[in-house]
């Protein structure tokens, strides 16, 4: 007997088709590591139309989607091949490849070889939407990250009280934290809101979840915590650059992204593996240039521990810094060994 492996792109593909059995019609936009394989393949029915095989007008709601992609990727899987036969059922499509990434650019690099698996998949008509999509050089892991771009109607209205084009990111907001002295509270009114929760579930999912999530607001008797509003937040590129941020590690940055272009024009297997090789340069001296200023740091406040006004004046000048200072206390010592970590 033959035993049927089942891909996680397979189980999507069912999980989509119960989203769209309870809530009707719906768009999707689906985003992250699929470990999807799929070349340049086609993710459409091509001629997707009945007068195109029978050469006559017939009742045939085809796909107008005719968007081809481009791949850096010649190789493909069985996670790939599902994905491909969940974008043809589900019409469905994917924005690597097109819009600004003309050639498909590479999204991870793990185990020192090279694949595209990251992904952005909508809709057709949320595609027809989209601005732009590009693989971005910021690579803090193996995986590059992938940037979608889509502008929407900003008439159309979210929910009752939110219109799209709203900035929930500058609203105060709730926040819950379990607190063991309130269990039995919590416990006693979730209890007695839950049976009226039962009797009112009704066949639409949508809003009996929310209702579901409403019940822990309601119930939650001293469990909640109002933060402010949110300030502008900084980007990576506006960010201050960290103290041992120097010369050397601008130019190491430099050279990465440099062979980093260079792969993405060749694909070839000597500049990956010289990408590769600056890329681990680039980390280490970071790494290095870190601990050296750690050292440097934790030195100081050695070095002052006998005199409380030079050593709390160090501490001062590294506040605001994200500098942690972590006292180690051993019998008979006030201070052992203080530790800094960035």
């Not at 768009?27 to 001629?47: C, K, S, T, V």
């Not at 892991?141 to 992938?146: L, N």
Request: hydrophobic residues 35%; aromatic residues 10%.
């Amino acid at each position: 007997m033959k035993l049927q492996i089942v891909t996680e792109i397979e189980c999507l593909h069912e999980i989509l088709s119960t989203i769209e059995m309870d809530l009707g019609n719906v768009l999707f936009l689906i985003g992250g590591d699929l470990n999807a394989r799929i070349q340049d393949f086609l993710d459409f029915i091509d001629e997707d139309n009945l007068d195109y095989v029978y050469h006559d007008d017939v009742a045939y709601p085809g796909d107008e989607f005719r968007l081809p992609r481009a791949s850096s990727d010649s190789n493909y899987n069985t996670f790939g091949l599902s994905l491909i036969d969940l974008c043809c059922s589900k019409d469905v499509h994917v924005f690597n490849g097109s819009f600004s990434d003309v050639n498909g650019h590479i999204t991870c690099t793990a185990n020192g070889g090279s694949s595209v698996v990251d992904y952005f998949v909508a809709s057709a008509e949320l595609f027809r939407s989209g601005t732009d999509f590009v693989v971005d050089n910021f690579d803090v892991s193996d995986h590059f990250s992938v940037v979608c771009t889509l502008k929407l109607n900003p008439n159309i209205r979210i929910c009752e009280n939110h219109p799209a084009n709203h900035d929930t990111n500058l609203e105060s907001f709730d926040a819950y934290k379990w607190q063991e002295s309130a269990k039995d509270d919590f416990i006693e009114a979730f209890e007695g809101l839950f049976v009226n929760f039962q009797r009112s579930i009704d066949r639409d999912l949508a809003s009996s979840l929310n209702g579901f999530v409403a019940l822990y607001k309601e119930a939650d008797t001293g469990m909640k915590r109002t933060y402010p509003k949110n300030k502008t937040s900084k980007t990576r590129n506006t960010r201050e650059q960290s103290d041992w941020w120097d010369e050397d590690c601008r130019n190491a940055k430099y050279e990465r992204n440099r062979k980093l272009r260079r792969f993405r024009i060749t694909n070839s297997k000597q500049d990956l593996d010289a990408y590769l090789m600056s890329k681990k340069v680039f980390k280490n001296l970071c790494r290095a240039k870190c601990l050296m200023l750690l050292r440097t740091r934790k030195k100081s406040l050695l070095d002052t521990r006998k005199s409380p006004k030079r050593f709390w004046e160090n501490i001062k000048r590294a506040k605001g810094k994200e500098t942690v200072v972590v006292f180690l206390r051993r019998s008979g010592e006030n201070i052992s060994n203080p530790c800094l970590r960035t």
